[in-house]
């Protein structure tokens, strides 16, 4: 029993070396399995799990690592993901991790908050693509920020740019305002909304309060005011 646990502590020490000196990368986790077969290379870890990069940490019930250099890795039970780096963190179901060309991909109940531009991201697959800043959602789109709302089945948000697109019935509620369209574009950061096919809206004027203003009074119906003129007697 002994020789098996410092087997397994030195197949741990060796494995958090490999991870170590692909960019900066290490694990946690209540227990662990791992191969480390040449096309084979894959780690198992239960419970309480968690993958750390230079500057990604992610937290899952569950999670499998596998790849060569451990670029993949896939997340089950309840995902966090925080990057101190590009200023977003994200929650959900089932993640992917494709740390080769920085894409996170996630489903289920998906929830990302920029940090950066304050914009909370919600839908149920999501996909982030670290080279471009690019986020792509899909179905039950609600996109928050301050006073305004958005909804839609597919949308795209360029962070970079600070620009969301939105197709497939989509919806923007802006204050007290509703804008419907094909397709809609909304440059966040300008506070700009751009509406193409099938326009439609609702647009509400704030009415200034004129609560000090005494309502004229309604006569009642029959009791008019002036006095009615005599009849003129006809002998």
């Known amino acids: 029993m002994k020789m098996k646990k ?58 499998e690592i596998y790849g060569s250099d451990n670029d993949f890795a896939e997340c089950t039970g309840t995902v966090e993901v925080i990057d101190n780096e590009k200023g977003i963190s994200l929650k959900a179901e089932r993640l992917f991790f494709n740390r080769r060309d920085d894409i ?28 471009d800043e690019t986020c792509l959602i899909q179905i039950g789109v609600r996109i928050l920020k301050d006073d305004m709302v958005c909804r839609s089945e597919f949308a795209r948000y360029n962070r970079n740019d600070d620009i969301l697109e939105l197709t497939g019935m989509p919806v923007v509620f802006w204050k007290n305002d509703e804008y419907r369209a094909l397709r809609i574009i909304v440059d966040l950061d300008k506070d700009e909304i751009t509406l193409e096919g099938k326009v439609t809206g609702s647009i509400f004027s704030e009415k200034e309060d004129k609560g000090d203003e005494k309502p004229e009074e309604e006569t009642p119906a029959g009791d008019s005011e002036e006095e009615p003129a005599e009849e003129e007697k006809t002998e």
């Open 6 to 63: 410092l087997i397994d502590l030195l197949a741990l020490i060796l494995l958090c070396s490999t991870l170590y000196a692909a960019d900066d990368f290490s694990f946690f986790g209540d227990s662990l399995s791992s191969s480390r077969g040449k096309g084979k290379e894959h780690t198992s870890l239960k419970g309480n799990a968690g993958i750390i990069s230079s500057s990604t940490r992610i937290k899952a019930d569950n999670i």
């Open 104 to 131: 996170i991909r996630v489903e289920g109940a998906a929830v990302m908050e920029d940090m950066k531009n304050e914009v909370i991201v919600k839908g149920n697959f999501l996909e982030y693509m670290g080279s």
